[in-house]
């Protein structure tokens, strides 16, 4: 065997293997679901005018009590109309509605350790309609999805149209996760403001955060 072809052969080898060695995500691909929802709001009639958000990435979903705790600590999270929920689980989602009297809606876009993994969007408000965005690329590692969850809600001055995003790691790169900030501008163009987006973008890398804010401010956002 001549060196040249030794090298090729190692380089197929390793390309082959590499599949082998990178368990794939179990991906939930329909946008209409799985889906949960629940409905625990012990405030209804707030006034539009007292929107607040508020965006929360509660790792793996595993301490959802001290979670809480900690939104209860602070006036204005215990006192937000919306929180925007993200690598939650059903069951993690539906005790943190229950426990601070929101409704909500939660999808799942993968199973991750072990889990279904995914988005919520709780609400004082009564949440009227919702869906599942499914965002442009697959993690190149594992071929996970990311998504964001639309949820739109009944407030006594009308509709108000929320997203809960999770955006792609740094394993996706900064531009990919621009064009999967862009898929959620482009859905919500269907919708009359007033809107809110929010959640974990995952802006990991320099100047990621600036480019974020400057790609919704170029579309209308503050």
């Not at 599949?19 to 209804?44: E, H, I, M, Q, W």
């Not at 199973?111 to 965002?135: M, Q, T, Y």
């Not at 394993?171 to 064009?179: D, N, T, V």
């Amino acid at each position: 065997m001549s060196p040249s072809s030794g090298l090729l052969h190692l380089i197929g080898t390793i390309a082959l293997s590499l599949p082998l060695g990178c368990a794939l995500a179990k991906n939930f691909d329909d946008p209409n679901g799985p889906r949960y929802v629940g409905t625990y709001s012990t405030v209804p009639s707030m006034a539009a005018d007292d929107f607040t958000l508020a965006t929360f990435n509660i790792e793996f979903g595993v301490e959802v009590e001290r979670a809480a705790n900690e939104i209860r600590a602070y006036a204005e999270l215990a006192d937000a109309a919306v929180l925007l929920l993200q690598e939650m689980d059903p069951v993690g989602t539906d005790w943190i509605a229950r426990e601070l009297g929101y409704d909500y809606v939660y999808y799942p876009g993968s199973i991750h350790h072990g889990k279904e993994f995914g988005n919520a969007v709780l609400s004082r408000w009564p949440i009227a309609d919702d869906r599942k965005l499914i965002l442009p690329y697959r993690n190149p590692t594992n071929g996970r999805i990311r998504i964001a969850v639309r949820a739109t809600l009944d407030t006594p001055s009308g509709a108000v149209v929320v997203y809960s995003v999770h955006s792609d790691t740094i394993w996706l790169g900064p531009r990919a996760r621009l064009e999967q900030a862009q898929a959620i501008i482009d859905d919500a163009r269907t919708f009359a403001p007033p809107i809110a987006i929010g959640g974990d973008f995952n802006t990991l890398e320099d100047a990621a955060a600036e480019d974020t804010v400057r790609r919704f401010e170029a579309n209308g956002y503050r």
